[in-house]
């Protein structure tokens, strides 16, 4: 049996009496060489503090629910492993810049509402196809690294432009609407264009890349804004569709 010790950030805002952020330290417990720190936190949840609130939901790295600061970055609980942190304490945190909820759980509904502001389906203005609209493998390649975005929102979280513009897309959004520009299936060219061509959209980026060291997947948000940029002026230019 191994113990490692995890220090939280508690608030609930909603407290009246207790409203501030606080710190509060637990030991867990386990066995093995396994621990991730999401089963850290149930341990806790469970056995030591029902307050204790979190999100989760698949547990494979996969729905991003589970996205926190955790030891100084951004991180999916479920996908660390305490060991690989190396670390006596384990120090978890909420997403910052964020309105908080409770714990570690941040509202996600302004990041979801600009997330379904860019269109984020395929568009097709043509009639359906009497069969299934094949790709290449060099088209497929195109899409492969904006669809494995898991809306996590840690790119969101870290991004600067973001905290100082409150109408700003944001990194995930826009990495997404890249996702659909470059599918060749796609045919919304100019429908989608003014959502994301303006200076609440891909010219409130300013190049920090905050976004490419916070996302968990290891994912290029800002390479997909700048294809985004040089897509809008040789429309501009050539009047190009895509």
């Not at 060099?138 to 840690?154: N, Q, R, V």
């Not at 973001?162 to 700003?168: I, K, S």
């Not at 409130?204 to 002026?233: F, S, Y």
Request: hydrophobic share 35%; charged share 30%; net charge negative.
């Amino acid at each position: 049996m191994s113990d490692i010790k995890f220090r939280l950030k508690r608030q609930d805002p909603r407290d009246k009496e207790n409203p501030e952020a606080h710190w509060e330290e637990y030991t867990v417990k386990y066995e093995g060489e396994n621990l991730t720190v999401l089963e850290g936190l149930f341990y806790i949840q469970e056995s030591l503090d029902p307050s204790l609130s979190f999100r989760y939901g698949c547990g494979q790295s996969i729905c991003g629910s589970c996205a926190m600061y955790i030891n100084g970055a951004y991180r999916l609980a479920c996908q660390t492993n305490v060991k690989h942190l190396a670390a006596d304490v384990i120090t978890v945190a909420p997403m910052p810049h964020l309105p908080l909820i409770k714990d570690m759980i941040v509202d996600m509904d302004d990041f979801f509402a600009k997330y379904e502001q860019i269109k984020p389906w395929l568009i097709r203005n043509s009639p359906d196809p009497e069969k299934e609209l094949i790709q290449s493998a060099k088209d497929a390649k195109k899409i492969e690294m904006p669809s494995d975005c898991i809306l996590c929102g840690s790119c969101y979280s870290s991004c600067p432009s973001a905290w100082g513009e409150e109408n700003y897309l944001g990194p995930a959004a826009l990495l997404k609407a890249y996702r659909f520009e470059v599918d060749t299936r796609d045919e919304a060219g100019r429908e989608r264009m003014p959502d994301w061509d303006n200076e609440r959209g891909v010219y409130r980026c300013h190049t920090i890349m905050n976004c490419v060291e916070a996302c968990p997947k290891e994912l290029n948000p800002t390479e997909g804004i700048e294809w985004l940029k040089r897509a809008a002026v040789r429309r501009k230019v050539f009047r190009r569709a895509k």
